[in-house]
């Protein structure tokens, strides 16, 4: 009987060196898995596998060494525990994130949450080649955003208030780019260095600075056999709206000019960033709807 490789491939099934076998990727959204998920995922890779999971770098669980006569079957248990197939191949990968504001100290926005959404609205996209996408929720950046094709990494949009400020110093020593300095009775922010961090926001103890959350959002990274720092040329996007209706103009970009086999940023270099950039500038000012 002929295998369809590549219909089991972009269903999450990876063939092994070991003829026979296959390496099956699960879908997992943000990194976050359920404990239903956890134990359903050990009693497959018990029965079916060998025994033990592989962590992939992109917080992906696979379990090796699924034989070919017992694929459906697996997927059949594995979904009694709310586990599905991840995919493979040219089309939009399982969104990665970290924890975000609602665990993290240092987080800005609600990472899961994006991940959700952006998974329900690309996941398993057919496209040119496969797209990643990442988020981070502060500019610590343990995700690093930039190294996917479309990055979002949380901040903050600051102001001060200098009725509630007693210019004690505390936010100065926080800022590590030096966006903000007390000279006298006075306090200067440099918006040209300011990144959006917050730690401002979060150092002050009188709460005269405030912060209004954003995404900013990182185009064409590369970490393979080519590395490229994804471009971030937007500003602070503060509406959730309008951050997928760029999402949605770059996977679209990508669908109309890519080539089959060609990474996204290879596109943006074929195709020119200008244009990219010309297109994202207009639906971030809303002169189109995508």
């Known amino acids: 009987m002929a295998v369809d490789y590549a219909a089991l491939k972009k269903g999450g099934f990876m063939r092994q060196i070991q003829k026979g076998y296959f390496s099956l990727r699960l879908k997992v959204v943000g990194g976050n898995l359920t404990g ?46 709310g586990v599905k197939p991840g995919v493979c191949g040219p089309r939009v990968r399982t ?30 996209k057919e496209l040119p080649h496969k797209f990643k996408f990442g988020v981070t929720g502060c500019q610590n ?33 926080a800022c590590r780019i030096g966006a903000i300095k007390i000279e006298g009775e006075e306090l200067l922010l440099d918006r040209e260095k300011c990144n959006n961090c917050g730690r401002c926001v979060k150092a002050c103890p009188t709460d005269a600075w405030k912060g209004e959350e954003g995404y900013l959002v990182s185009f064409g990274g590369l970490f393979g056999n080519s590395i490229h720092k994804g471009d971030q040329f937007l500003p602070i996007i503060k509406d959730k709206e309008q951050l997928y209706r760029i999402t949605d103009a770059a996977i679209e970009f990508f669908r109309e000019h890519g080539r089959p086999g060609e ?25 189109i709807s995508d």
């Open 141 to 173: 950046n343990c995700l690093k955003a930039e190294e996917n094709d479309l990055g979002i990494k949380g901040g903050l949009d600051v102001s001060w208030e200098k009725e509630s400020c007693t210019l004690c110093g505390v936010c100065e020593k």
């Open 36 to 81: 239903e998920n956890v134990k359903k995922i050990y009693e497959v890779a018990e029965k079916y596998g060998a025994g033990y999971i592989h962590l992939t770098s992109r917080q992906g669980v696979e379990i090796p060494f699924v034989k070919f006569e017992d694929i459906e079957e697996v997927k059949e248990e594995l979904l009694k525990g």
């Open 95 to 124: 969104v990665t994130a970290c924890q975000g504001v609602k665990i993290c100290p240092s987080g800005c926005i609600d990472t899961y949450d994006i991940a959700v959404e952006i998974d329900k609205r690309y996941y398993g």
């Open 263 to 287: 990474r996204f940023k290879y596109t943006l270099d074929r195709v020119g960033l200008d244009e990219f950039r010309e297109r994202i500038g207009e639906v971030y000012h809303g002169t």
